[in-house]
Every structure is written in structure tokens, then in C-alpha cells.
């Protein structure tokens, strides 16, 4: 029983000293409340690219030659002579389709719609391309300019078109004007890191390595005039066309007319029926090509009337050739309708396409 009284005092006083002891604790914290604390870090800037890159290829027209400079026949004298006055070889259009308005497109060949010249936008973002035209004409004496290739069959008439992408502008003596944007592309350029010459690096905005998909327009023109006697002091006009580019706003919309632009050899059709190869090289040189008319049948070049111009090509070297297709061949694509699709393919497996129509 003394015992258990021991045990039991014992406990007892254990018990008090704990309690004093979580007292004193508790009031030992609850003393002078509060506290901070500080950190801060600097703020940098990596750096600025400007990915405005304007780079707009103007048409080169070769020196020496006049883009623009034609012949009009009003009385088809070249037509009725089977072109005597002219150098043994000499290509004119087909009789029967013939306007009677020449455009010298290769060496001794001539065509009712001028070469087509291109502006390439090689931009990262789209540009505004303005295209002007006017006829300076000779007081007095110059045939009268009509306003449509609907040329009046009782008094001399000629017609001239200038062609902007799909847009046609007939050429007047009030100076007319075409206006495209054409779309750029910053998928074709890259960031990269450059390492200056005092060893620090910086970042820089440049064209790939291998870029497609670079827009551009076309331009052209054409002519017709009326098969009509004319006086022998009748004159034409001189048709002068003068391009211009500005960077476009943002958000533009880009002309959907535009074509696509790839370096090396290219292809084109006339309204004449005249496929113009050009640029062709040692490693990209002609391997064969299709047509595809406005049905969607595709034909093998070699399956049709045709007379080649190789004048300026190799077989090993490249360089330039031409196509003429007969009148018949011609004529069952107009009766086809619709789009005409051009398919070229070269020696090393690229293939080049041009669409058009002919009529």
C-alpha cells in the first residue's frame, strides 16, 4: 500500500513538471510575434530579330532587246508572202489564228503575245507590286487603239493587252495602272546564332539553305488588229510598261493569280500554242513532257503534232528549246475548254508545272 502511494506521488510530480514545462514553452513563443524576409533577381532581354526581309527580283529583259517591241500587219502581207521578206526558217503563228500583231520571242520566231516576265517576291512577308502602262502615240498618223481585242472589222483597229497575273488592261494613251500583292514566305527563313568577330554571339534572322514555295506574276503582252487596208503612212504606237514595288501593310490579302516561282529551268504556253522551255542545265536538263487538257486526259508530248526549235539547246549542256504545236493540236485543246496543265520533267527527276489557258 506504501508502496502504490509512492508510485502514485511520483507520477504526479512528473505530471506537473511536463505541464510547467508546455506552459513555458507556449509563453516563450507567443512573446514578440512577426518576421521578413527579402529576395530579388534582375530581369534581361535575350535579344531582337528583325524578320522583316525585303528581297522583290524584278524582270530582266536582255540588253540589246525591247521586251515590248512589236509588229503589227494589218493587211497579213507576212501571212500572203509565207513570209518571204524574212530569214529562211522564220516561225510565224498559224494562218488561221494568226492576229496579225508579232512579238519577237526567240531567234527567228515570233508569236502574238509577247514573253512572259516575272516579278518574284524572295520576301519574308508580302509586298504591293504596281504595274503601269501607256501608249505614246505619233500625232496624226498612228492607227486607232481599240478597247477590247474586239477590233472593228470596217477601220483599221489595233488592240494591245497588257496581262498582270489573270488581269488583262488594254493599252490606251491615259497611262492605266495594275495593282497585285504577292504573298511572301517566312517559312523559308530561319533564326540563327552568329558568332562575331570579337567572339560574342548574336542572333540573326536569313534565308534557309533550300527554300520552295516563292510567289510571283506574270507579265505579258498581247496584240490584234483589224485585217483591213491601211494608208501607207500609218504608224503605230510605242507602248511603254514600268513596274514598281512597295512592302505591303500587314494583314494584306495576297492576289490569289499569282504563280509559283523555283529556280532552274521553266516552262510556259502562249496563246499561240508555244511552249518556250528555258534554262535547262548539264544536271537539269529535258527528260520528257505531258499535257494535260481541259478534260483532265494527260498526253504525252511525243503522241502529238509538234515542231521543235533547238536552236539554243544541248543535250548535254542545256540550255533553251521550244515547242510549236500544230493547228490541230491547238485547236483540240480550245475545244477541250478549261485549263491546259503543263508537266515538265528533268533529267534528274524534278518536275516543273505551268497551267493556262488558250483560246
Known sequence: MRKTKKMMALALATSMVLGSS????????DATPGGSGNVSGAGSVEGHVNKEVLNVILPTVPSGSSAFAYTMDPERLIQGTDAAKYAEGTVFPAADSDTGVYFLTDANTYSNTSNTYQVVNKSSCDVDLTVKVKATQN?????????????????????????????????????????????????????????????????????????????????????TVSKIDISSDTTAPTVDVTWSWTKAADH????????????????????????????????????????????GTKWDIGDSPYTWDLTNYDATT?????????????????????DVILELTLSDGTVKTFTTTIS
Not at 529556280?263 to 544536271?283: A, H, K, V
Request: hydrophobic share 30%.
Open 22 to 29: 508546455m506552459m513555458a514553452f507556449a509563453a516563450e513563443g
Open 139 to 223: 500625232t496624226g498618223k498612228d492607227i486607232t487603239l481599240a478597247a477590247n481585242n474586239g477590233v472593228s472589222t470596217t477601220a483599221p483597229e489595233l488592240y494591245l493587252g497588257l496581262k498582270v497575273g489573270s488581269t488583262e488592261q488594254a493599252v490606251s494613251a491615259t497611262e492605266a495602272t495594275v495593282n497585285k500583292t504577292l504573298a511572301g514566305n517566312p517559312n523559308n527563313f530561319v533564326i540563327t546564332v552568329n558568332t562575331k568577330e570579337d567572339n560574342t554571339k548574336e542572333y540573326t534572322y536569313k534565308e534557309k539553305d533550300s527554300t520552295s514555295g516563292w510567289k510571283a506574276m506574270d507579265i505579258s503582252l498581247t496584240g
Open 252 to 295: 494584306s490579302t495576297p492576289s490569289t493569280d499569282a504563280v509559283e516561282f523555283s529556280e532552274g529551268p521553266q516552262i510556259r504556253m502562249n496563246n499561240d500554242g508555244l511552249i518556250t522551255m528555258t534554262g535547262f542545265t548539264s544536271t537539269q536538263n529535258y527528260s520528257s513532257l505531258a499535257v494535260t487538257d481541259g478534260e
Open 318 to 338: 542545256g540550255g533553251d528549246a521550244n515547242i510549236q504545236l500544230s493547228d490541230g493540236w491547238k485547236n483540240f485543246l480550245i475545244e477541250k475548254g478549261g
